[in-house]
C-alpha cells in the first residue's frame, strides 16, 4: 500500500486551487478592496442569495478531491477500496458544507493555520457515522487538511484587508502550497515500497532523535522530549558595517534561505539540538509547522564521530543507515537512498566535524565535495566547533557560513521554564533560578547557551531550589561536567589521537587564563599558547605527545577554548578564565601581584576567586592589604571578599567592615552617583535591603542601584518597589529609560502605588504604561502625535499631564478627550493661547511655578533626584 498520508499532498495547488473558489462567490471587480473583517459563511457560494452552486455541487467538488488523490497511486496500492473511497468523499462533503455554518471571520481563520481551522470545520462532523476505518480516516485527515491550506490561501488572496493584517501567515500559506507542488515533483512515481519504507524510517526518526539527551548532569533529565527541549536559537554571518540584529535568522530555519550551511557554534550552543529538530521536523507528517522546505523531505543524520572509524571507508548513501547503526537499516530497498538524492528530496545533517581527528577532516572534506556534485539540489547542513577546522572551510563546496549566536534573556527564560516543566518540578523553583541568574552577574555571564542553562538548572534542582553559595562551587561543578563527564559520556575519549586527564586539562587551562590576566589580554597567538603548552608538558607527564597535539585536544574538547579567528585563542567564557587564573595566582603565592591591580577592575573577579581559593591565613593578608589601600574599591573588595572566605580572624572582619560602614549606605545622592559609577555592579552585594534603613538611606540606596542600569540592578530594585515612601518611588518612576522598557514597566512600575511622574519619549512607551492599566502622571519629553497621547493613554487614569514640547497647530482641545486630568505642565515656554485652550477644569502650571529646586529633567514637585542622563 502506499502512504496514506501523502495522499493528499500529491494532489497539486493547479487541480485544488480551482475546486476550493468554487465553493465561494464570485466577486466583482473591487470586492477584495475591504477594510474589516468578513464572516466566511457569507461568502460560500451554495448558501443564501448569492447562491451559485448547489449542496450537490459540494459533493461533487468533494468526490473529485478524493478521486484525483487516489489517481496519484499507482496499480494495486489504492489504500481503501471504492466502498470506502464513497464514505470519505461523503464525509469530506458534509465537512466541506461547514463552510457556510461557522461563525469564523476570514482574517481569524487564516490566523488559525491550516491545521487548527481543518479542525474547526471537523468540529460536529459525526464521523463515526461513515464507518471510516483507521486508512479511511487518514485520507480524510490529509484531503481535509490540504484543502484548508488552499481556502485559506484563497482567503488571502481575495480580501486586501486579510493579506495586510496577516502578513506573515499569507506569506507562509503561499509558500506552503508551493513548498505542495515542489513535493509533488519529488514523488512522481514513488513505489509502494520505498513509501512503506519511508514510513517505518519516519517512525524510527521520531523514536531516536525526538529526545534530547543532556550529558554530564547528576542531577539532570536524562532523556527530554525534543518538543519541549528545543529552543529556537540565531545564526548570524558577521558583515562589517551592518546591524546585527538585520543579519540574524533563526537557526532552524537556515536551510530555508542556502542549500548548504556550515555551521559553527560553541560547545553546548545547541548544533546537535538543532540537527535533531531539523530531522525530526522533516520527517514529519505534519505539513504545517512553518518549515516549508522541509515537506516532503527525507532526513540523513550523519554524525560524524560514529560515521568516521579508523581504517574505514566514509560510507556511500546506500550505507548511510548501516553507518549510524539504524535499526531500519536492513529494511532499506536495493537502491532507495540514491533514488531520494537523486530526486533531491534529501536533507543531509552532518554533525560535529570537529568531533573527528583532524587528520581525517581533508577526507571528510573531500567526501563531502563529491556527494554535493553527485547528488545536486539536496539540503545540507554542516555543524562543528568554531576552531576546529579554518574560515571558508567548505566555501569552496558552495557552503554558506553561519554562527549559532548566544542565548538573550528572553531565550534564557523560555529554556529554564521549559526545563523545569519537563523535570516536573513546581514552577516557583524554576522562576527562583532566574531570579538568582538576573540577580547574579556571574550567573548571568554564565547563562548563555543550553548547555550552561542546563548546568545551572541541574545544580540548583539538586540541591532542592539553591545553588552552590559561593562561586567556587558552581565553577567547580561545571568544569567538571565540561572537561570529564560530557566526553566520556558521548564515548569520545581519546577521539582526537590523545587523552587528558580532568587534572592535566585544569593545569594547562589554568597557565593559560593565569597568562592572559598577568598580560592585560582577552586573547592570545596561537604560538604563545603553543609555548605554554610546550613548557607544561614534561611536569605534566606529557612528553611523549607533540605540543600541537596535546594544544588541539584541548581546544576541542575542553569546551572552555575556541579560536574566534585564524591563529588566535580565548577562552569561551570570562568567568572561566578568571576562576582559573585565580587558582594559578593562589598556587604561585602572588597575593601582592592580585591587590596591586585592585584597582583594575578587570581584575575584580579575579582578586575575589582567589579569595574563596586561599588558605585562612593567605586570604587574611589579602583582605588587610586591600583595607590598607584605604581606596572605594578596595574597600568594595574586601567587604564583597568576605563572602568567600570561608574563615576569617575577627579582628580582620572587623576592620573590614568599619571600613564598609563610612561608604554603605551612601550619605547622598552626589555620593550615590560617585559610588556606582567607580564601582558597577561589584557594589549591589553591600547594598542593604529596606528592612535595614531609614527613608533618606532607602532613596540613596535605590538611587545608587539605578544608577548602575544593570539586569542584576533591576533585579536588586524589586526589593524596593513596594516601598511607601514618595522619594522613593519617585526616583524608581524616573529610572525607567535606563533599563528594559517592557521588563522595568512589569517588575517596577507596575507595583509603585503613588504612580509619580514616569517620563516617555516614544509611543512604545505609552504602550508600556497603557498594558499597566495606563498611569496617572505622564510626562512627555519631546515632540508628540496628538493621535498618539489620545489613543494611548487610558484616560480615566490620567490627572497630570506634563509637556516638554511646545503644542501642537491643532491646539488643545483634544485633552478633553481626558475626563480626569487636573493638571497640565508646560516645560517650555507657552504662548498667550494656552490657558484660553484648556478644556474646563484643567489648571495650567508654567515654568515659573516651578520650585526653585527642581532640577531640569524631573516634573515639577518631584524629588530634586534626577538619575544619571
Not at 39 to 46: D, P, Y
Not at 342 to 359: F, H, K, N, Q
Request: proline fraction near 6%; charge should be negative; include cysteine.
Amino acid at each position: 500500500m502506499v502512504d496514506v498520508t501523502a495522499l493528499g499532498a500529491r494532489v497539486a495547488s493547479g487541480a485544488v486551487a480551482p475546486l476550493v473558489r468554487r465553493l465561494f462567490v464570485r466577486d466583482g471587480p473591487g470586492a477584495g478592496l475591504v477594510d474589516r473583517p468578513v464572516r466566511i459563511s457569507a461568502l460560500v457560494s451554495f448558501r443564501g442569495e448569492k447562491r451559485s452552486v448547489t449542496p450537490a455541487d459540494v459533493d461533487k467538488i468533494a468526490g473529485e478531491l478524493v478521486r484525483r488523490a487516489l489517481a496519484a497511486t499507482g496499480p494495486g496500492e489504492r489504500p481503501v477500496d471504492a466502498g470506502e473511497a464513497a464514505a470519505v468523499e461523503d464525509a469530506l462533503s458534509r465537512t466541506l458544507a461547514r463552510l457556510g455554518e461557522i461563525a469564523v471571520e476570514d482574517y481569524e481563520a487564516v490566523g488559525l493555520g491550516p491545521e487548527r481551522f481543518a479542525r474547526e470545520l471537523r468540529t460536529g462532523v459525526p464521523l463515526a457515522s461513515y464507518g471510516l476505518g483507521e486508512d479511511g480516516l487518514l485520507l480524510y485527515d490529509r484531503l481535509l487538511h490540504t484543502a484548508s491550506l488552499h481556502i485559506l490561501n484563497f482567503l488571502t488572496q481575495r480580501s486586501t484587508y486579510v493579506a495586510r493584517q496577516q502578513t506573515v501567515q499569507t506569506q507562509q500559506l503561499a509558500r506552503l502550497v508551493q513548498a505542495v507542488d515542489v513535493l509533488l515533483e519529488r514523488l512522481p512515481s514513488q513505489s509502494a515500497e520505498d513509501a512503506g519504507f519511508e514510513e517505518r524510517y519516519a517512525d524510527h526518526i521520531a523514536a531516536r532523535y525526538g529526545t534530547l539527551t543532556i550529558y554530564g548532569l547528576d542531577a539532570g533529565i536524562r532523556e527530554w522530549p525534543l518538543d519541549t527541549a528545543y529552543l529556537s536559537l540565531e545564526a548570524t554571518r558577521p558583515q562589517p558595517g551592518r546591524d546585527a540584529a538585520s543579519r540574524a535568522v533563526a537557526a532552524e530555519q537556515v536551510l530555508a534561505g542556502h542549500d548548504q550551511v556550515f555551521l559553527r557554534g560553541v560547545a553546548g550552543s545547541g548544533k546537535t539540538t538543532l540537527v535533531q529538530w531539523l530531522a525530526v521536523t522533516a520527517s514529519s507528517r505534519v505539513y504545517d509547522h512553518g518549515l516549508p522546505h522541509l515537506i516532503g523531505r527525507v532526513p540523513f543524520v550523519l554524525p560524524m564521530r560514529r560515521i568516521v572509524r579508523p581504517g574505514a571507508e566514509l560510507p556511500l548513501p546506500g550505507d548511510f543507515l548501516r553507518a549510524v547503526g539504524a535499526p531500519v537499516a536492513g529494511e532499506q530497498p536495493p537502491g532507495w537512498a540514491e533514488r531520494v538524492l537523486r530526486t533531491r528530496r534529501g536533507v543531509l545533517l552532518v554533525d560535529g566535524i570537529d568531533e573527528i581527528a583532524d587528520s581525517r577532516r581533508t577526507a571528510v572534506r573531500r567526501w563531502l565535495r563529491e556527494l554535493v556534485r553527485a547528488f545536486p539540489g539536496n539540503l545540507w547542513l554542516v555543524t562543528s566547533r568554531p576552531s576546529a577546522v579554518p574560515q571558508d572551510w567548505l566555501a569552496a563546496e558552495g557552503f554558506h557560513e553561519l554562527d549559532l549566536a548566544p542565548m538573550g534573556r528572553t531565550e534564557v527564560d523560555t529554556f529554564v521554564r521549559r526545563w523545569h516543566r519537563a523535570a516536573a518540578v513546581p514552577e516557583a523553583v524554576g522562576e527562583a533560578l532566574l531570579g538568582a541568574v538576573r540577580g547574579a552577574s556571574e550567573l548571568n555571564r554564565l547563562a548563555t547557551n543550553p548547555l550552561m542553562c542546563g548546568m545551572l538548572c541541574a545544580l540548583h534542582r539538586d540541591r532542592r531550589g539553591f545553588l552552590p553559595q559561593d562561586r567556587r562551587s558552581l565553577y567547580e561543578a561545571a568544569l567538571t561536567m565540561l572537561l570529564e563527564r560530557r566526553d566520556r559520556e558521548r564515548e569520545l575519549d581519546g577521539s582526537d589521537g590523545v587523552h587528558l586527564a580532568y587534572a592535566t586539562q585544569v593545569q594547562l587551562l589554568q597557565k593559560l587564563a593565569w597568562w592572559l590576566i598577568r598580560n592585560g589580554r582577552q586573547e592570545m597567538d596561537r604560538d604563545e599558547a603553543l609555548g605554554i603548552v610546550s613548557r607544561a608538558r614534561p611536569a605534566l607527564d606529557l612528553a611523549a605527545a607533540g605540543d600541537e597535539e596535546v594544544y588541539r585536544a584541548l581546544l576541542l574538547r575542553s569546551g572552555l577554548l575556541r579560536e574566534p579567528a585564524e591563529g588566535r585563542v580565548d577562552f569561551l567564557h570570562r568567568t572561566f578564565q578568571d576562576y582559573l587564573g585565580a587558582r594559578l595566582a593562589v598556587q604561585e603565592m602572588d597575593f601582592d601581584l592580585l591587590v596591586n591591580h585592585a584597582d583594575t577592575d578587570q581584575w575584580e573577579d579575579v582578586i575575589l576567586l582567589a579569595l574563596a581559593h586561599a588558605r585562612p591565613k593567605e586570604a587574611e593578608h589579602m583582605l588587610r592589604r586591600l583595607t590598607d589601600l584605604r581606596t572605594l574599591r578596595g574597600t568594595l573588595l574586601a567587604a564583597a571578599g568576605l563572602r568567600y572566605v570561608a574563615e576569617v580572624a575577627p579582628g580582620v572582619r572587623r576592620r573590614v567592615e568599619e571600613q564598609l560602614a563610612e561608604h554603605i549606605p551612601p550619605p547622598g545622592f552626589d555620593q550615590a552617583r560617585e559610588m556606582a559609577r567607580a564601582t558597577g555592579d561589584l557594589l549591589l552585594a553591600l547594598l542593604p535591603g529596606p528592612e535595614d534603613v531609614d527613608d533618606h538611606a532607602a532613596a540613596t540606596v535605590v538611587a545608587t542601584a539605578t544608577e548602575l542600569g544593570s539586569q542584576a540592578a533591576l533585579q536588586f530594585l524589586t526589593r524596593y518597589r513596594d516601598h511607601p515612601q514618595g522619594a522613593v518611588q519617585a526616583i524608581l518612576a524616573l529610572a525607567w529609560r535606563h533599563f528594559d522598557r517592557d521588563q522595568y514597566a512589569r517588575e517596577i512600575l507596575a507595583h509603585l502605588s503613588q504612580q509619580p511622574a514616569v517620563e516617555v519619549h516614544t509611543a512604545d512607551d505609552l504602550r508600556a504604561l497603557r498594558s499597566l492599566g495606563g498611569w496617572r502622571h505622564i510626562v512627555v519629553w519631546g515632540a508628540y502625535r496628538v493621535e498618539d497621547l489620545t489613543e494611548l493613554i487610558v484616560p480615566e487614569r490620567l490627572t497630570r499631564l506634563s509637556l516638554e514640547a511646545p503644542h501642537p497647530v491643532e491646539g488643545l482641545s483634544w485633552l478633553s478627550a481626558f475626563p480626569c486630568l487636573e493638571t497640565v505642565t508646560v516645560l517650555a515656554e507657552p504662548d498667550d493661547t494656552w490657558a484660553r485652550q484648556l478644556p474646563a477644569g484643567v489648571s495650567l502650571q508654567l515654568p515659573a511655578d516651578r520650585p526653585a529646586d527642581a532640577p531640569t529633567g524631573t516634573a515639577p514637585h518631584d524629588p530634586s533626584y534626577a538619575p544619571r542622563g
